[in-house]
C-alpha cells in the first residue's frame, strides 16, 4: 500500500511569509511525528499526535510553530512569519499503534524542504 | 537537541569491504534504533533492539547494544555500491510517546 506522503516536496518562502506543511499518514496509523531536520544533521523532534490529540510539542522551536491534525489522519505543520533558520527539510512520520514506550516502528514520508530566502 | 554521538562522521571504503559505524547515547533507553537515509528512499527503518537485548541480526546487518557503555555499533557486512548512504542511531525512551532521538549520522560511501 501507499506510504507516508508529504506536500509540498520543496518549498521556498520569502523570510516572513507563512507557509503550511502538509502529510498524510498511512491508513489507519494512529500515531504521527513532526520531525526537523537541519543541513548535516539529524532529525529532530517537533510534536507528537495521537489520533487528532496533541500529546507532546515539547520540539516546537517557538510559537510560531504550530501544529494539527483535526481529524486524526492528514496534519498540516504551519510556521508563521519564516525566518532563515527555518531553511530545514520537515519530515513526517506515522506508526500503527499508540507508542507510550512501545516500539512501533516509524515509517517517513520524503519530506519537505523548506527554503526560506 | 540530540542525544546520539556517532562515529565516525564519515567513511569510505571499497565494495566488499565490511563497514562499522558506532553511536553513543546519553540517557537510559526502552530500544536503539538504525535508520538509512539517501535522497533517494528518504529516512528508512533498519533494525531495531530492545534494551535487553545485546545483539541481534538482519541480512548483512548486525547490530550489538551495550548499556552499561551506552553505546551500539552496527555492522554492514559485504557492502555494496547500492548501501552508499547517511546512517542514524536513534533512541527510543520509555517515557517520550515513543519518540526518537536521532544521532548526527555517519556518510558511509562504497566504491564499486
Known amino acids: ?117 | 537537541s540530540q542525544q546520539g554521538e556517532e562515529d565516525p562522521q564519515a567513511l569510505s571504503i571499497q565494495e566488499g569491504e565490511n563497514a562499522t559505524m558506532n553511536c553513543s547515547y546519553k540517557t537510559s533507553i526502552n530500544n536503539l534504533q538504525w535508520y538509512r537515509q539517501n535522497s533517494g528512499r528518504g529516512l528508512v527503518h533498519l533494525i531495531l533492539i530492545r534494551s535487553n537485548e545485546r545483539e541481534k541480526h538482519s541480512g548483512r546487518l548486525r547490530v550489538t547494544l551495550d548499556t552499561s557503555k551506552k553505546s551500539s555499533s552496527l555492522l554492514i557486512t559485504a557492502s555494496r555500491a547500492a548501501d552508499t548512504a547517511s546512517y542514524f542511531c536513534a533512541v527510543q525512551r520509555g517515557t517520550s510517546y515513543g519518540k526518537l532521538t536521532f544521532g548526527q549520522g555517519t556518510i558511509l560511501t562504497v566504491h564499486p
Not at chain 1, 500500500?1 to 516536496?9: E, H, N, W
Not at chain 1, 502529510?23 to 510534536?47: K, M, N, R
Not at chain 1, 499503534?97 to 519537505?112: A, I
Open chain 1, 1 to 117: 500500500g501507499a506510504g507516508v506522503s508529504q506536500s509540498p516536496r520543496y518549498k521556498v518562502a520569502k523570510r516572513g511569509q507563512d507557509v503550511a506543511l502538509r502529510c498524510d499518514p498511512i491508513s489507519g496509523h494512529v500515531s504521527l511525528f513532526w520531525y526537523q531536520q537541519a543541513l548535516g544533521q539529524g532529525p529532530e523532534f517537533l510534536t507528537y499526535f495521537q489520533n487528532e490529540a496533541q500529546l507532546d510539542k515539547s520540539g516546537l522551536p517557538s510559537d510560531r510553530f504550530f501544529a494539527e491534525r483535526p481529524e486524526g489522519s492528514v496534519s498540516t505543520l504551519k510556521i508563521q512569519r519564516t525566518q532563515q533558520e527555518d531553511s530545514a527539510v520537515y519530515l513526517c512520520a506515522s506508526s500503527e499503534k499508540r507508542t507510550s514506550g512501545g516500539t512501533d516502528t516509524q515509517y517517513f514520508g520524503p519530506g519537505t524542504r523548506l527554503t526560506v530566502l
